[in-house]
């Protein structure tokens, strides 16, 4: 995600090969994840991650509010953390 500069929206990471052996998928039983970018001046510098136990938990609408917010709340965190 951070080389891509995507986001990430999984309905169900136990059944995706890409993140299934995850040792903390597994540990954690991750079954729906998402993910978006903080990022100031067109550079990353975090992101907002969120997980449910459930599959299939968030849709993309819920990603959707995610991007917004994450666009919205990088601005803030490096402008409180320049001062």
């Not at 978006?36 to 136990?53: N, S, T, V």
């Not at 819920?62 to 001062?83: H, K, S, V, Y």
Request: aromatic letters at 8%.
């Amino acid at each position: 995600m951070l080389l891509t500069g995507e986001s990430l929206l999984l309905q169900d990471a136990m059944s995706d090969k890409a993140f299934s052996m995850q040792e903390s998928i597994m540990a954690m039983q991750i079954h729906s994840a998402m993910a978006a970018h903080l990022r100031f001046r067109g550079k990353i510098f975090g992101l907002i991650y969120l997980e449910r136990d459930r599959e299939g938990a968030f849709s993309k609408d819920d990603m959707e509010l995610l991007r917004a917010i994450a666009f919205i709340t990088g601005p803030i965190i490096e402008n409180a953390r320049l001062r």
